[in-house]
């Protein structure tokens, strides 16, 4: 039988902990920031681990400083945040639907990013800025349109996911026929950024996901509650004192501004957001969002599959989206079967 601990903040909050959530979030914590520490080692200038740990405490030389302060460690930190907002965003999505598919990947939040940044690119020939800054408008607006879409005297999970279906399906054929009207040059670039990838990330992209993270994670834990009734349905939510529409509209625009600002940051890095809640689920065992612990998962799985790439293919040779795309399909085939296997759908 799992027991958890009730823990009294010095404010008079009172926060459960589960021992076997805390030991899974700090395992991930550690792996996460060993595979970072390696990943800043790797490269055409391969660096020891004891070495970039000495230049991030500020004893390396000067070319080392320059390579990891400069070069390597913001494409990590954005990974990390990139990886972080997936899995807290597709936590979000399948806890208000209800449903393991509810995820921004199947959903169309990373389809609409996707759309937004090929205006930009085909229509308006933008830089690297403002590819970022459509990126986040298409997601905003797609995430909009099929919230309306779906809202009937309320918003319920299999309606969220067959919409947000129905709308993935029409953003990826105004995308393909953004494609067809694009030039050769603005194709090829179109193409790059659709695969998602941390190549060439700098500070710029570094400090709005930051931001974004301290702005949204605290808002979103203190709705973790609510977010856990809201799992046992609308009518027990209710009963319990929750304003059921109002927690779903604000989480769900949470959700959509991590998915959207991720998106502008790496591209459309697929199945991080539909596996981390899972696996996360499966590892600590626990009912509810489990946010925490989807945070940790997302980002490590998003550093694990960089690292990876980087290892078996070289350094901007396999951009990461294609490793999480691989990964991810695996896992959402396995998943159907699973769920069909047990009547679900």
């Known amino acids: 039988m799992k027991t958890t601990k009730a823990v009294r903040t010095p404010g008079g909050l009172s926060v459960r902990l589960d021992p076997r959530t805390v030991v899974v979030v700090a395992l991930l914590v550690v792996a996460v920031l060993a595979a970072s520490v390696v990943l800043i080692g790797t490269g055409d200038f391969p660096i020891p681990a004891m ?3 000495r230049t991030l405490a500020g004893h390396g030389n000067a070319g080392q400083e320059f390579i990891i302060n400069d070069l390597r460690l913001p494409r990590v930190l954005v990974g990390l945040l990139v990886g972080g907002a997936l899995g807290l965003s597709g936590a979000l999505f ?3 639907s209800r449903n393991p598919l509810g995820s921004p990947d199947v959903l169309g939040l990373g389809q609409g990013a996707t759309a937004g940044a090929l205006v930009m ?3 308006v020939g933008g830089s690297a ?3 970022a800054l459509g990126a986040l408008v298409g997601g905003l607006v797609t995430g909009v349109a099929i919230y309306l879409l779906a809202w009937k005297r309320g918003v319920h999970g299999y309606r969220l996911v067959l919409v947000g279906i129905g709308a993935s399906a029409f953003v990826t054929a105004v995308n393909g026929y953004l494609l067809t009207k694009a030039d050769f040059v603005d ?3 179109a193409t790059v950024w ?3 990838s941390l190549n060439g990330r700098d500070w710029t992209q570094v400090w ?3 931001i974004m993270f301290v702005v949204i994670a605290p808002l979103v834990a203190w709705y973790g509650r609510p977010l856990r009734m809201l799992e046992m349905g609308d009518d027990a939510a209710g009963a319990l004192g929750v304003p059921v529409e109002r927690t779903r509209l604000l989480l769900l625009a949470a959700s959509v501004v991590l998915t959207a600002a991720a998106t502008a940051a790496a591209g459309p890095v697929t199945f991080v957001a539909l596996t981390a809640p899972q696996i ?3 590892l600590t065992r626990s009912p509810g969002p489990n946010l925490l612990a989807s945070t940790a998962l997302g980002a490590t799985l998003l550093i694990v599959a960089d690292l990876a790439s980087q290892r078996a293919f070289g350094a901007d040779q396999l951009p990461v989206g294609v490793v999480t795309g691989v990964v991810g399909g695996v896992y959402l085939l396995w998943l159907l079967v699973t769920e069909r296997k047990a009547g679900r759908i």
């Open 51 to 53: 070495d970039v740990l």
């Open 94 to 96: 399948q806890s208000i």
């Open 121 to 123: 690119i085909v229509i």
């Open 129 to 131: 800025a403002e590819v």
């Open 187 to 189: 194709a090829a670039r």
């Open 194 to 196: 659709m695969t998602g």
């Open 208 to 210: 709005p996901l930051l």
């Open 280 to 282: 996360a689920r499966r």
